[in-house]
């Protein structure tokens, strides 16, 4: 993918002004991509120009991690929907090398402040830190892919909304995890959303004058390619697009069993960092009203191909826009649903459980390995 000479905020680049353009390496495996994900990339994008993200192979994965739940395709997908990536490389190395750094003319690479380890137990950055060529940004705490699929084989209907004392840690992961072993980088850790954080993820634009604005609306639970290929679809249809998310307890009532399995904080980021996503309603009513339609002036309302249960008062939750002519079915040509992939974590459950467990005790062992280097001398 090309540079662009032209930031998306209309100002001059690096290149224009006479300056160097500071080009920044990201890899990972990014499966299940989250806000997580997301977040560390938004951090890297800050500390250069231009970030390129490297995305790992099927084949590489299954090599030093597991099988992964999302196919290479996917995953290229997604990461190449996140709104502060400029370039994506498929088939990246498992280890960072300073060829690879050099070949795309970055400066420095950039991960998560915790350790990603080769099948034999060697940190895949090791190359790159000896260099000096080596950034870290701050993990987001409280999610993680482990986690996600921890979520899904615990299976319950209060998972996302529980009392912290009943809830211990690690408690999502003890399915698909080691009990004697855990990863400080993977375990529970309940994530906190703040002001700032969502701040940081929002478009921040205001629609401009003339502007044609789409709204559309649902759970995005675990937000995934059939999302993303919804949403590109529906932003074609207008220049500004309004996402409204429904409360846990409405998407509960539609989709029954243990659903969702992401919190409407963490839905919130993971819509957010979608480039086609320019504002997003947090708790929006199941019903399109007037009041909001006016409210945020829209322009056409869509609808993917997925069922469409009715309010809790039998009603059409789309009539109001269909009364005005302002309502448009759109068949994004994918057919995937959360309820696939929580699907494939199910039918594949004993191999996800023998990935969770060797990489969290794997994890745990180089931690502890750490630690002792940290302890001072013990005196003679």
């Known amino acids: 993918m090309a540079s662009n000479t032209t930031s998306s905020d209309g100002n001059s680049s690096p290149q224009q002004q006479g300056k160097r353009q500071v080009r920044v390496w990201c890899d990972g495996c990014y499966d299940m991509v989250h806000f ?150 993977t375990r529970l850790c309940r994530f906190l959303p703040t002001s700032q954080k969502i701040v940081q993820f929002a478009d921040g634009r205001d629609p401009n004058p003339g502007d044609r604005i789409v709204y559309v609306a649902g759970a995005f639970d675990l937000f995934h390619v059939g999302h993303l290929d919804f949403l590109e679809k529906a932003k074609a249809e207008g220049d500004y697009m309004i996402v409204g998310l429904h409360t846990d307890q409405v998407v509960n009532r539609y989709k029954g069993s243990n659903y969702p399995i992401m919190n409407l904080h963490e839905r919130t980021l993971c819509v957010l960092a979608c480039r086609y996503v320019n504002e997003v309603v947090i708790g929006a009513p199941y019903t399109v009203t007037a009041e909001l339609m006016d409210h945020f002036k829209v322009d056409i309302v869509c609808h993917g191909t997925t069922p469409l249960a009715q309010d809790s008062d039998g009603s059409d939750p789309y009539g109001e826009p269909k009364q005005r002519n302002k309502f448009k079915h759109i068949d994004s040509g994918n057919s995937l649903t959360t309820a696939d992939i929580v699907g494939r974590i199910i039918e594949n459950r004993l191999r996800y459980e023998e990935r969770n467990m060797k990489k969290e005790a794997k994890e745990a062992a180089v931690y502890e390995a750490f630690m002792k280097t940290k302890q001072p001398a013990a005196d003679n």
């Open 36 to 185: 997580g994900h997301a977040n560390s990339l938004r951090q890297a994008k800050a500390m250069g120009d231009y970030l390129i993200v490297g995305v790992h192979s099927d084949v590489e994965i299954t090599e030093h991690k597991g099988p992964p739940v999302f196919t290479e395709q996917e995953r290229y997908k997604m990461i190449r929907a996140i709104k502060w990536v400029d370039e994506v490389v498929e088939n990246a190395p498992y280890v960072t090398t300073l060829e690879t750094l050099d070949h795309y003319q970055c400066s420095f690479c950039v991960h998560g402040d915790d350790i990603t380890l080769t099948a034999d137990g060697v940190d895949t950055y090791h190359i790159v830190k000896t260099a000096n060529r080596y950034k870290e940004c701050k993990r987001t705490a409280g999610v993680s892919t482990t986690d996600l699929v921890g979520r899904m084989l615990l299976a319950t209907k209060t998972h996302f909304n529980v009392d912290q004392d009943t809830l211990e840690k690690g408690q999502t992961e003890e399915l698909g995890s080691s009990h004697s072993a855990q990863s400080p980088w």
